[in-house]
């Protein structure tokens, strides 16, 4: 695997057995002992998951969220020290160049993008911030992030940090102490009725891994490899960049409606997602599907309904679920035939498969705090 980025959580992952491979260009946990394992606790009590090759930056400055607040699509200008907000910055046409996380600080916040995408995102807000005061560091490689999933996630943090997140709202934040290593700790929407994202410096992080797992038996905490988490994510509903989120699509079709607000004001493609939501114009929308048995769609299969002889759809992802034991997908189709148990042909390398479309999520999410 040489040639690949490592986490600073990679030698505290090897003493736990996991098995890596690439995911985003990086070298990730793909699976640990067990995936049904990975899995059943990022459902039904507490799966921890590295997120360190999601981008983060550090901007500081006076005008830092008012910049914010003009690029992307949610009211970011008046978040105060431990509030955050998902937002999603667009294209001129309104389409999706990436969903982003804002965890604001007293000087400073937190943006976190998607993997490898830092970078890009750093270079497009300095393009634009002509004498505004703000400055962008990539602490992306300085730091790591981590993951807990599924309901138990609250109670499990307040014991390892000897806190109190009850009540914490969605995307808000607290500093938090494990294992005698500092960390912001966001909570965080997804699988397993979500959980909370740790963000800390990367000369702490495998302490504060190991420190997770020292007496997490009793709430019956697993690491959780790339693998089960893309299981976890498909049967959730929850859209990845480069798959679901790209700029072939825009943030209505992609059903990120919170992650905009509608009377803030203007933005980079706010006139485009306007019109659209006023007059009623969003031509696809994400959607699961339910195949078959018989073969495995692709992704960017075309997907097919009867009567209509161009094709209405397009799958982007695409698991095997433990829980339904069917094969399940995310994709979109266009409205009007988007309601769930419609039946569908799916095109896919040669071969002619049936399903139908499901609602999302696929499963039932539990009651995290």
Avoid at 148 to 173: I, M, Q
Wanted: hydrophobic fraction near 40%.
């Amino acid at each position: 695997m040489s040639g690949m980025k490592r986490t600073p959580l990679h030698d505290a992952q090897a003493e736990m057995h996991a098995a890596f491979g690439e995911v985003e260009g990086w070298e990730m946990p793909k699976v640990f002992e067990n995936i049904k394992a990975e899995f059943l606790a990022g459902k039904g009590t507490v799966g921890v998951t590295d997120r360190s090759h999601f981008g983060r930056l550090k901007v500081t400055g006076a005008k830092r969220l008012d910049l914010l607040h003009r690029l992307t699509t949610n009211a970011v200008k008046d978040l105060a020290d431990g509030q955050g907000a998902e937002t999603v910055m667009c294209t001129n046409k309104g389409r999706i160049i990436d969903r982003l996380f804002v965890y604001a600080g007293a000087d400073d916040y937190f943006l976190v993008t998607s993997p490898n995408m830092a970078p890009a995102i750093k270079e497009m807000i300095e393009k634009v911030r002509f004498r505004d005061d703000v400055t962008l560091e990539d602490i992306t490689e300085s730091t790591a992030m981590l993951t807990l999933y599924g309901p138990e996630s609250g109670r499990f943090l307040d014991w390892a940090a000897n806190t109190e997140t009850k009540g914490t709202p969605l995307h808000h934040w607290k500093p938090v102490t494990i294992n005698g290593v500092g960390a912001v700790a966001a909570r965080t929407g997804g699988i397993g009725g979500g959980g909370y994202n740790l963000i800390m410096e990367a000369a702490g992080a495998s302490d504060l891994w190991r420190g997770l797992f020292a007496e997490g038996a009793t709430y019956g905490v697993n690491p959780m490899g790339a693998e089960a988490y893309e299981l976890l994510r498909v049967e959730f509903g929850v859209p990845a960049w480069g798959r679901e989120l790209t700029e072939e699509f825009n943030p209505l079709e992609a059903r990120l409606g919170d992650a905009i607000h509608w009377s803030k004001g203007c933005y980079t493609g706010q006139e485009v997602i306007a019109r659209l939501d006023s007059r009623q114009k969003i031509q696809r929308f994400l959607v699961g599907f339910l195949a078959d048995p018989g073969a495995v769609p692709e992704p960017r299969s075309r997907v097919f309904v009867e009567g209509v002889e161009a094709e209405v759809g397009v799958i982007t992802s695409v698991v095997p679920s433990l829980e339904l034991r069917r094969i399940i997908a995310l994709g979109y189709i266009r409205t009007g035939h988007d309601q769930p148990g419609t039946k569908v042909r799916i095109t896919s390398r040669g071969d002619v498969l049936h399903g139908e479309v499901a609602a999302l999520p696929f499963a039932t999410p539990g009651a995290a705090r």
